[in-house]
């Protein structure tokens, strides 16, 4: 009687290991999935601009591709300046215009006149360099 307990005993012990591994599994797995699809999601939207660019600015794909990373590293920059409280509102405009020139000068490297005015608008494509003054 007392080997059939302790029998009994290891055999319900080892069930509770099998659903704790179970569902440990299954948490992974799911979580797997949800990363997997944020990721889908990201690269359909990466994939949407492409084309954008493909069709607007009748490029091939490696030029949409780099205009993508260009744009995308840009507006990604531009939110981190904005959220940014610590920075007084001149500062952050001669931030922000000097990312805009650093994106517009890239951009021109790779794209014709014609193109960078269809991707920019006027306001952002007139930007001068913020002047330092001497003391």
Known sequence: MNNSLVQKTFNLIQMKKNIIAFTLFALLFY?????????????????DLRSFYKATLR?????????????????????VVERDTSVSGQLRQRRIKAMMNDRNNKLRVILTPLQLEKLVSPVERTVTEPTVKDN
């Not at 997997?36 to 999601?41: D, L, T």
């Not at 490029?59 to 939110?79: F, M, P, R």
């Open 31 to 47: 979580a797997g999935g949800e990363v997997s699809a944020q990721q889908k999601k990201e690269d359909k939207s990466k994939q």
């Open 59 to 79: 490029v091939d794909s490696l030029k949409a591709g780099q205009v993508e990373k260009i744009q995308s590293d840009y507006k990604a920059n531009l939110l």
